[in-house]
């Protein structure tokens, strides 16, 4: 028997994503210049002393696995792993039909591991938290159930998070998911209690929550905020809200406590990459007491080259830039680029972030673009300045942020060719090309 059985949700489709996710699941997505998304769920358990982990994969899961499989190989000889979990149609002929269906196709892991208590959070959030601060508070109530959650204001939280209500002794007596109008918080009418998606279980409590639901046939989505969640409330169990803005991590400073981002969208996910950036990040990657982990890869220094007097100048100001890129008398400005990003001479970057394996030309301006893997810009194109040709050619935001996807060549005439499969962008000729 383990204490503490840690499940990771990483098998969701990320559609608001497209066309990031179009060949990657969400916690795979890349993030603030080397990391994926779901490195930040697996550092905090980590940085606990939590050890036994298992990632519930599903859609478009193959760079996923590869990711944990290379980056986060635990010591099986002391007890630890963190093991991608494929779904295997293991109660019949279909796929996850929900969160807590999810749980229920692999409850083989429980009978496996024999945990006293399970931890059910989501891959897809970038957030720290001190996981062992939750889990005793969970132990010293003797919840069945035990959700995170944080203040949130009402108007965000519409339609789009779980809404708790409390009692005054944190006790959960309402929740609702997703509803249009929250209930605020008593005496804080702007604020409303959302569930942040990660839970603590009493096992022998999720076994009999996930039998009763499974019973429930059509009548049930088989989600935990949907239907397993409110029932148990209904019913009376000791279902308790644990408050996130409790938690306490060592070496956090005020201004970067209580850091969470939902990164649902395009918009969401450039802000929080933006943030990531500034000069005073609201999250601190530089807290080596609580290090974010990621596979770490062999690549060189970051390097910036010329400053020729009224010329070529090479510099990146307030931007992240990871090792193996090249800045060659080009401007980088409030931008975030991932390892091996080549961009050169008087080019301009602004506002942007830029994947892995990608080349930009010279007399290049990119503007408020997300330009994602092994993609070539050639010399003097334009994105972002544009918009007749932005709207053309590419998903553009409501917030006017060009996504350029995956393997995407911008011909200097402004032909846009779109390659059928990965290659370097070093590479002479693409193989498989298609116009759009």
Request: net charge negative; glycine share 8%; proline share 6%.
């Amino acid at each position: 028997m383990i204490e503490m059985l840690g499940i990771i949700m990483a098998g969701g489709r990320g559609e608001r994503l497209m066309p990031l996710t179009q060949d990657r699941a969400k916690p795979a997505v890349p993030f603030g210049g080397v990391y994926r998304i779901i490195d930040f769920v697996l550092s905090n358990f980590i940085n606990s002393k939590f050890y036994h982990l298992k990632v519930l994969t599903q859609f478009m899961s193959d760079s996923l696995i590869k990711h944990l499989l290379s980056g986060w190989n635990l010591s099986r000889q002391i007890g630890h792993c963190c093991d991608p979990v494929p779904a295997q149609m293991r109660t019949g002929e279909h796929w996850y039909t929900g969160t807590a269906d999810a749980v229920f196709q692999n409850l083989h892991l429980l009978w496996d591991t024999n945990p006293e208590h399970v931890a059910v959070f989501g891959g897809d959030h970038v957030y720290k938290m001190n996981v062992g601060e939750m889990f005793r508070f969970h132990r010293k109530r003797r919840a069945s159930l035990t959700v995170a959650c944080l203040p949130y204001p009402v108007e965000a939280a519409a339609g789009k998070f779980g809404i708790i209500e409390v009692d005054d002794k944190s006790r959960i007596i309402g929740f609702q998911e997703k509803p249009p109008n929250p209930t605020p918080i008593p005496g804080r009418p702007d604020m409303a209690l959302i569930s942040m998606g990660s839970y603590f279980w009493e096992t022998h409590s999720l076994r009999e929550a996930l039998f009763r639901d499974q019973a429930k046939g059509e009548n049930s989505s088989h989600d935990f905020g949907k239907d397993v969640i409110p029932d148990m409330v209904s019913r009376g169990e000791a279902v308790y809200a644990y408050d996130y803005s409790l938690n306490w991590i060592p070496g956090e400073g005020e201004r970067e406590k209580h850091y969470w981002r939902d990164v649902g969208t395009l918009d969401s996910y450039w802000e929080a990459n933006m943030e990531v950036r500034s000069v005073h990040p609201p999250i601190n990657l530089y807290n080596y007491k609580w290090p974010i982990r990621t596979l770490m890869r062999p690549f060189p220094p970051a390097k910036f080259v010329f400053a020729e007097k009224g010329g070529r100048f090479g510099q990146a100001v307030d931007s992240v830039i990871a090792s193996g890129s090249i800045v060659s008398g080009a401007t980088v400005l409030n931008s975030v680029l991932f390892h091996n990003v080549f961009v050169h001479s008087y080019t301009l970057v602004e506002g942007s972030i830029i994947f892995s394996d990608c080349e930009i030309g010279r007399h290049v301006r990119l503007r408020n673009a997300i330009v994602d893997k092994s993609c070539i810009i050639e010399d003097g194109v334009e994105i972002g300045y544009n918009p007749e040709f932005d709207n053309k050619h590419f998903t553009v935001t409501p917030g006017g942020i060009v996504i350029i996807p995956k393997w995407t060549k911008i011909s200097s005439s402004g032909e846009v060719t779109r390659l059928k499969g990965p290659y370097s962008p070093y590479e002479e000729e693409a193989p498989d090309a298609t116009t759009i």
